[in-house]
């Protein structure tokens, strides 16, 4: 051996050593279990993991592989979803039930392995199936790899606070209830932060979550909207939040005095303590832009506290913008903006065009009236582009899909809606409130340039979408209200520094388009966020095929993978 091949040797062992020091292999079991949790004054038996409310956080460092064993000892089918995660060929870790996986069943267990690629900021976990992310849910903080830092000064302290919504009934129950009747389920008693509704409530008090701040310090808060089915706002009384981060990927700094967080997104934001040393409420309540549906509009609270201020005096309490204020989130998401200038697609190979919203299923023939309980003796139902989505219950898609088992799904999910209309307008036609049903996918080829325009309609009611997009992160380069016209609206498309999101709230009465590039095979679930929508049908899924080679090519499935 020469000096120089030993040399190169020598080099090549101390990184290969040195990368096998940083990046990490952390091991975690959850326990998906029954435990008795009290909140507004009663008890009642929540499905938890670890016998935790919220769940476990987990905190790696960019480059890290998670390997998660889920022990399932509740009652109920589980999976786990990894909200956020790009899981690179690594669809099998998932997790939204009968799409990447069959459910994990009662006294069965499997494990999540995947590694955490280029992404640093928030994301989070959750169950992906029934309604059991209610109360399976927790928060996944992603550092940046040893050797880097922050884009901004590093913060004195880092809090995660984790918004949620509580039901004093069984939210199974819930929703199983919704199901059989076909009308909208039950509202939730209270909204949460880390799991204690706050001072507002029926005995609460004793819970409230405290947040301790020394004078001049700044902290970084990582907000997760984990609840079920409700756009929140979020503000600090008498401070500015200043917003760093949503998604995982880091924005050029920006200040509000309100954050709107759709379910499934997160958001991070600096704090100075720089008020007088007292007790401020930090505070959450709804966003409602559906016109006349029920919801809950109740308030929860966490308390911001100065160290050294005498718990006695009584925090001072933020306003909140009114809850249909939509201005308010129009004017905060407009602010949006990559830190950095990005390479967003400009030529596009697959220019989609999805509408999104609400229907009316007519009542079947042979069901009772008590099973017709939406508008007018019908049943509520959702959809994207007319088709109502049905998930298959003996084989998860992506099984079928790498198995080639005939007969579970098709892939003939339609590019544009099968008619065009008025979609925002307020004399839409009967005609079209009754989606088809169907488990369609769209087909994309490896390496494919996606531009998607999600347009909601007014069928039924117009809503704020919140879309989420499994195993991709994607950029949004424009948001409007009314209906989307390329003539006019392609002119303010930002293909310079637009926000890269993996959750999309999309306008009431609205559209938003985004772009990415179809560079992760495997079956990717697209849905709104509001869970009782996925119920109803508001999601579609992409087969994106395998590329060439092994690192185009999604993983072989894992030797315990559960079985339907």
């Not at 909204?191 to 701040?213: A, F, R």
């Not at 579970?408 to 809606?417: E, G, N, S």
């Not at 709104?528 to 092994?550: Q, T």
């Amino acid at each position: 051996m020469t000096l120089n091949t030993l040399s190169f040797s020598l080099i090549f062992c101390s990184l290969l050593s040195a990368s096998s020091i940083i990046a990490k292999v952390q091991h975690h079991n959850f326990v998906i279990q029954e435990t008795p949790v009290k909140r507004l004054c009663k008890t009642r038996n929540a499905i938890t993991v670890n016998g935790m409310f919220p769940g476990p956080t987990l905190e790696v460092n960019d480059g890290d592989t998670l390997e998660v064993k889920v022990h399932n000892r509740a009652r109920y089918n589980i999976t786990i979803h990894w909200h956020g995660v790009r899981q690179m060929r690594t669809g099998w870790a998932d997790g939204p039930e009968f799409v990447t996986q069959c459910p994990i069943r009662p006294g069965k267990s499997y494990t999540y392995r995947f590694t955490i690629q280029g992404q640093e900021g928030t994301l989070w976990w959750h169950a992906h199936s029934s309604w059991l992310r209610a109360t399976v849910y927790g928060t996944l903080i992603i550092h940046p790899a040893p050797g880097s830092s922050f884009p901004f000064p590093k913060p004195d302290r880092q809090t995660a606070l984790v918004l949620g919504e509580w039901w004093n009934a069984n939210p199974v129950n819930v929703i199983n209830q919704a199901t059989r009747t076909g009308a909208a389920p039950n509202v939730s008693d209270a909204y949460t932060i880390n799991g204690q509704p706050g001072d507002l409530y029926n005995c609460s008090t004793k819970g409230t979550v405290v947040v301790p701040v020394n004078a001049g310090e700044t902290s970084l808060l990582r907000v997760i909207n984990a609840a079920l089915n409700q756009p929140l706002f979020f503000t600090v009384a008498n401070h500015k939040l200043t917003v760093v981060g949503a998604d995982a990927s880091y924005l050029k700094p920006f200040t509000t005095k309100v954050l709107m967080l759709g379910p499934g997104q997160t958001t991070d934001v600096l704090l100075t303590a720089n008020q007088p040393p007292k007790r401020y409420y930090i505070a959450s309540r709804a966003y409602q832009s559906a016109q006349n549906a029920p919801f809950d509009n109740t308030t929860t609270t966490a308390i911001l506290q100065y160290t050294k201020t005498t718990t006695t005096s009584p925090p001072i309490m933020p306003p909140l913008p009114a809850f249909n204020h939509t201005k308010t989130v129009t004017s905060f998401s407009r602010k949006f903006k990559s830190l950095r200038n990005v390479v967003v697609p400009k030529t596009i190979d697959e220019n989609l065009f999805f509408t999104i919203g609400l229907g009316l299923d007519k009542c079947p023939k042979h069901f009772p009236k008590n099973r017709c309980q939406g508008l007018n003796g019908t049943r509520f139902t959702a959809s994207m582009n007319n088709v109502s989505f049905v998930l298959p219950s003996n084989f998860s898609l992506l099984q079928a899909h790498s198995n080639g088992i005939p007969n579970v799904f098709t892939t003939d999910f339609p590019a544009k809606p099968p008619v065009k209309f008025d979609y925002t307008g307020k004399n839409i036609s009967r005609g079209l409130f009754q989606p088809v049903k169907g488990t369609k996918l769209y087909k994309l080829k490896y390496g494919s340039r996606v531009q998607i325009v999600l347009q909601d309609t007014n069928i039924v009611t117009s809503e704020n979408h919140p879309i989420h997009l499994h195993g991709y992160d994607f950029y949004i380069v424009a948001e409007g209200f009314g209906n989307f016209n390329p003539k006019k609206d392609n002119s303010k498309f930002n293909l310079v520094d637009p926000p890269l999101r993996n959750t999309v709230a999309v306008p009431v009465n609205g559209w938003a388009v985004i772009r990415f590039v179809a560079d992760n095979p495997g079956v990717w679930l697209m849905h709104c966020h509001l869970d009782v929508h996925i119920k109803w049908g508001l999601s579609m899924a992409f087969l994106v095929e395998n590329g060439v080679g092994e690192l185009e090519t999604l993983e072989a499935a894992p030797h315990d993978l559960p079985v339907c």
